[in-house]
């Protein structure tokens, strides 16, 4: 198959997951902000941010850095190295993420009381970071199968999270478990996510499955010294899309300007979903052709796919700014603040979180890690300040002009970076 219909078969898979995955969620999210208090469903979503934060720093180092390795030992035929790669990158992560996972559950009454200032926020903590914990082996399950470019199953793992995370949530909010039903939720859906990855890693690669064990130090040393490059760059974007509901809950203490940024962040995934979607395959196939000196093809893909997202983002973006109001006010509820501002804004960036994103793909798949980091690390530097200083001045449209400039930035720095290689 050539690499261009490939690449167009696993883009269209992906784009149709995401488009289902993406509505699930949103009625998810609907669904709680319509069955909760607003500052319940802020106070929720800010525990979450703060977990998703976190992250980066549980799988420092391996995750996503183990996808091109399993996408080089595959092209060689070594499945044996695969399989090494994957569950030597994991223990590393599994003994850090337990440990803190462990002090959260522990420490929950304090830090609920010291950080939100509501001893309700402890349960909430404790099913959040056993969700954490389960994502990290999620996102291992999700690393093997784009490394062995399984797209078909790797969008089926993230369906059976959303799907039954909706189900579970709807099922707890009845039971009356309150705000907990939405972590509960969570939790069941990483877990439903986690036993699908098995099956179809099981079913579709039994031959990495039964290769041949052995602890490779060399070979974790490897990837930690490539993936912690890209750790730093994908973990950043990460963070991008968290951080701003992370300081906006922490400097203000609102909970409800942060259920009302919750309504327009949702919102806006919808084209930045789709935009993900498109790229989110791209590494594999950049590493491929890399690989195999594909040079002018590889070029050829870059330029078809930057025009692409123009033709997608502006239109789609000027669309959802003009009705972003009666879009709300219909599906939400009407209190939601200023949540059409802060997402006319967050609009504007939807090509450059695009572009952000697809050039860490390209660079890391060219085994540029180390430039993809620099960029994402300089960005989130803007993005920490931009957002301390706009908070303030500007509440939730703050939060979304500096998230909005920081892509920008990340953006500006990723293309000079492409451009020199």
Known sequence: MGYGRQYAEHTLLTVGGTILAGVLFYVLRIVLYASLPAEDYGLFYLILSVAFVLHP????????GVVPFVTRFREEGDVAAVKQAVVGAFVPQGVVGGALIAAAWVGAGPIAAWCFDTPA?????????VHAGLMLVFKAGMAVLLGLQSIAARNLADLARVAVCVGSAVVFLRLGFGVEAAALAYVAG???????????????HGPVVRGRFRWRPDLVREVFRSGKYLSVAYGGVLIFSHMDTVMLGLLGRDYGAVAAYQVAVPTIMIIYGLLLAVASSFMPMVTTLSHRREIPLLADGIARIYELAAV?????????????????????RRDVFDAPGAFNILVVGAVFYFTCYLNLQILAGMGRARLACRAIAVALGVNLVLNAVLILLFGIRGAAAATVLSHIA????????MRRE
């Open 57 to 64: 720093v549980l799988s420092f180092g391996f995750d996503p």
């Open 121 to 129: 926020a402890a349960p909430l903590i404790r099913l959040v970071a």
């Open 190 to 204: 990483a877990a439903a996510a986690i036993g699908t990855e098995a099956v179809a890693i099981a079913v579709l």
């Open 312 to 332: 997608v983002a502006v239109p789609g973006a000027v669309l959802m700014a003009c009705f972003s109001d009666v879009l709300m006010g219909t599906l939400w």
């Open 410 to 417: 990340a953006t500006a720095i990723g293309v000079a970076a």
